[in-house]
């Protein structure tokens, strides 16, 4: 059958249908194509649901190869605790990815004060680490999300966010991190 014989015959068989079977032709024809369309996001949401429950699995398996602490005397307990920390050659390292996540925000490091303060016979000492950034409110605060995951032993200190009117979309911030050190490795 050619093109214009098969219209004519579609031409037809819709003038037989009448309005009201034309009507429920279209509404079957789209309620068919909602149904495919609900039932491939329904299963892109159960693929990603898989997914989270295989990284919660992973989650709870590295948990249970953890030691358990009330097997471990007090002196073993402060050594597994100490031995969480980097040793002050680290912090270099802890800086660059500082640095990194600023690149990833697009922020400028123009200038950091780096501080060491050790009191007392403290073993752990602290890097106090001061950065004044420049940018919008969510790239900063992306910065110091991303820091501090990268970063298992820095603290945020202090953050004090400054904007010159109301309604200015970039924020002046001065970020105070502390990086945690074992001084007796």
Same mark, same amino acid.
């Given at each position: 059958?050619? *093109? +214009?014989?098969?219209?004519? @015959?579609? @031409? ?7 309005? *009201? ?9 789209? *309620?068919?194509?909602?149904?495919? !369309? ?20 992973? @989650? ?25 920390? %980097? ?6 390292? *802890? ?23 050790? !009191?007392? !016979? ?9 950065? %004044? ?19 298992? !032993? ?16 970039? +924020? ?12 007796? %490795?």
């Amino acid at each position: 059958m050619n *093109a +214009v014989a098969l219209q004519r @015959q579609l @031409q037809y068989r819709l003038a037989q249908l009448g309005g *009201a079977g034309s009507l429920g032709l279209l509404l079957l024809l789209l *309620a068919a194509l909602g149904w495919f !369309t609900l039932i491939r996001a329904g299963e892109k949401e159960l693929a990603g649901s898989r997914l989270k429950l295989e990284a919660l699995k992973q @989650q709870v398996e590295s948990k249970n190869s953890l030691p358990v602490s009330s097997a471990l005397n007090r002196e073993e307990q402060l050594q597994v605790f100490y031995e969480g920390f %980097p040793t002050g050659n680290k912090v270099p390292d *802890a800086l660059k990815r500082i640095y990194r996540a600023s690149d990833k925000y697009k922020l400028t490091l123009d200038t950091g004060e780096y501080t060491w303060v050790q !009191t007392g !016979t403290e073993r752990l000492g602290r890097y106090r680490i001061s950065l %004044p950034v420049k940018g919008t409110f969510t790239q900063v605060l992306g910065f110091m999300d991303t820091v501090l995951q990268e970063n298992a !032993t820095l603290a945020l200190e202090n953050v004090i966010f400054k904007r010159d009117k109301v309604d200015d979309a970039g +924020v002046d911030a001065k970020l105070v991190f502390v990086a945690y050190v074992d001084t007796q %490795p």
